[in-house]
């Protein structure tokens, strides 16, 4: 399947995002006056650092799913479902304070990240303070069933980081990629899908269709990243990129990359890139001759298409419709790099 460049889907979707999130603004800045009244629970040591990532949280996805699940049509967010939505975004911004010290990023939505300000050593005990938040809120609701989810997605997300790091520095495998994917990044999805779903009192096929979706978008989502590292442009997403090929992250571009090679080219390449050489100006050229190009588009479509058809469950129109709006978002970002950057590299 080639990747194509269409402007209209682009303008579609950048219309169909708009109607996801309008009906959200009120649940936005509830959440937002919710985090920012969490930084006096921290020791005074630790406010400055908790409220400087409140700063740079960037899009709140999860938030996001969290918002569109519980949501009918016109609804007032209440407590319950604002504090679920600060525990994934409280998990959210642990993991990203974790993923950049393993990556040594410097920049995090246009600024500075807290290891490249405070250390690695702070910036640990930073992320282990946030997800120890989040479990004290979740702990509040009075169903076990909010912090058993958030325990458990927790875990899975480290358990993801942990297989990752095992795996840096070996040659990679399709299967392992997925695996750990499904752990690291949709796993956080599909409890934010759950914790939405649950709190708006759906049936018990709902919240699976809820879980299914966003563990498929998720997955597509992290298939974007791992291709925006290679193939965006840095000052467009706002972050250091390159930081997966260079840190040896088995991302899905190099896994394609690696196993289209040649027995003994890819031991060379793959040795190269274990010792950290630069390699990334060789998979750019290498990308549309090899046919990775199509495969990742292949990898991509095939995970919004399961998305797309576990939405298809839910009874709520509007519910349908807000995920076909996170489903077109999430095509105008894969469109914005894949196509000139992929097609005829």
Not at 25 to 48: H, I, K, M, Y
Not at 137 to 155: E, G, K, N, W, Y
Not at 175 to 189: C, G, N, P, Q, V
């Amino acid at each position: 399947m080639a990747i194509t460049d269409n402007a209209a889907s682009v303008d579609a979707s950048v219309h169909s995002l708009q109607k996801v999130l309008d009906p959200f603004q009120d649940g936005f800045v509830s959440l937002e006056r919710f985090l920012n009244a969490q930084v006096a629970s921290f020791e005074p040591e630790v406010r400055p650092l908790v409220r400087d990532c409140f700063l740079h949280s960037g899009k709140k996805l999860r938030p996001t799913l969290v918002f569109a699940f519980f949501a009918e049509r016109e609804t007032v967010f209440g407590g319950d479902v604002i504090k679920a939505a600060a525990i994934v975004e409280l998990v959210h911004l642990a993991t990203l304070v974790h993923d950049d010290i393993l990556d040594e990023a410097d920049v995090r939505h246009r600024s500075k990240t807290m290891v490249s300000r405070y250390g690695a050593h702070t910036s640990v005990l930073l992320g282990d303070a946030l997800f120890a938040h989040a479990l004290h809120l979740a702990a509040d609701f009075p169903t076990v069933d909010i912090c058993r989810a958030v325990s458990h997605a927790t875990r899975q997300v480290c358990s993801g980081e942990i297989a990752q790091t095992f795996n840096r520095g070996t040659l990679p495998k399709l299967d392992s990629y997925f695996r750990m994917i499904d752990l690291k990044t949709a796993e956080l999805f599909k409890v934010s899908a759950f914790l939405g779903a649950f709190l708006a009192g759906l049936n018990s096929a709902e919240i699976e269709a809820a879980r299914r979706f966003a563990r498929h978008l998720g997955i597509a989502y992290q298939i974007y990243d791992d291709t925006a590292d290679i193939f965006a442009e840095e000052k467009s997403v706002g972050k250091t990129l390159g930081t997966d090929a260079a840190s040896g992250k088995a991302t899905l571009p190099v896994i394609f990359w690696l196993h289209s090679l040649a027995d003994k080219e890819r031991r060379e390449v793959f040795e190269r890139w274990r010792n950290g050489d630069d390699q990334l100006s060789l998979l750019r050229r290498r990308i549309g001759q090899d046919g990775i190009a199509v495969k990742l588009d292949k990898a991509f479509q095939e995970e919004m298409s399961m998305a797309r058809e576990a939405g298809e469950v839910l009874a709520s129109p509007h519910r349908r419709q807000r995920m076909e709006g996170l489903l077109a978002y999430l095509e105008q970002s894969w469109n914005k790099i894949a196509p000139r950057r992929l097609q005829e590299v």
